[in-house]
């Protein structure tokens, strides 16, 4: 059974970077599926952040693209986010989740609230 | 990359069946069979529901259905059950690795 975790701290400080992990179990990260981070604003809707594939190449919401860092760790089976410049706005759970080129997301973590203050 | 429009509320009643409807470009949902449909309960994970415009994971009820046509994908839910009160978005690959969501629709089992 594949499961997703995400961790990392839950507030984060404007200006700063916010830097979560999601471990992965029961699939390797680097034999397929596009591994990606989502986020959902208290109350509204999901966005999708971006993406990393087969350990390597990584794929980003053009919205986000400037601040956004996503990369991987094979020995751990584990990938990470990055987002630089916080501000409130980015105030959001954030899930991890994995899926195919359909972008169909099949698994994912149970998100963690990150809160943007100081 | 603009969000896929969806209406933010629909309702029903039990047993009856319910469509919510999901609409992008040409560059998006009608360019690719690539249309996924999320259940989301408050507090919890998002649950894909449909995945490439009409398949259904194991495990999905039968009475959770999709369709696309032209730059518009529908689900549509039949016999409406109190559990299906949830928060639903869809979903659309758009092209060069990059994929959009729906705002959401919030649907009212009444």
């Known amino acids: 059974q594949v499961q997703l975790q995400e961790s990392g701290p839950g507030l984060v400080k404007p200006s700063e970077t916010l830097s979560l992990s999601c471990a992965v179990s029961?699939?390797?990260?680097?034999?397929?599926?596009?591994w990606g981070w989502i986020r959902q604003p208290p109350g509204k809707g999901l966005e999708w952040i971006g993406s990393?594939?087969?350990?390597?190449?990584?794929y980003y919401n053009p919205s986000l693209k400037s601040r956004v860092t996503i990369s991987a760790d094979t020995s751990k089976n584990q990938f990470s986010l990055k987002v630089s410049s916080v501000t409130a706005a980015d105030t959001a759970v954030y899930y991890c989740?994995?899926?195919?080129?359909?972008?169909?997301?099949?698994?994912w973590g149970q998100g963690t609230l990150v809160t943007v203050s100081s | 990359q603009s969000a896929l429009t969806q209406p933010p509320s629909a309702s029903g009643s039990p047993g009856q069946s319910v469509t919510i409807s999901c609409t992008g470009t040409?560059?998006?949902?009608?360019?690719?069979?690539?249309v996924s449909w999320y259940q989301q309960h408050p507090g919890i994970a998002p649950k894909l529901i449909i995945y490439?415009?009409?398949k259904r994971p194991s495990g999905v009820p039968d009475r959770f259905s999709g369709s696309k046509s032209g730059n518009t994908a529908s689900l549509t839910v039949s016999g409406l059950q109190a559990e299906d009160e949830a928060d639903y978005y869809c979903?659309?690959?758009?092209?060069?690795?990059?994929?959009?969501f729906g705002g959401g629709t919030k649907l009212t089992v009444l």
């Open positions: 989740a994995r899926h195919p080129r359909s972008g169909s997301l099949d698994y």
């Open positions: 029961g699939y390797s990260i680097s034999s397929g599926y596009y």
């Open positions: 990393i594939y087969q350990s390597g190449n990584t």
């Open positions: 040409s560059s998006d949902v009608g360019g690719y069979n690539y």
């Open positions: 490439e415009v009409s």
């Open positions: 979903s659309s690959y758009a092209g060069s690795n990059s994929w959009v």
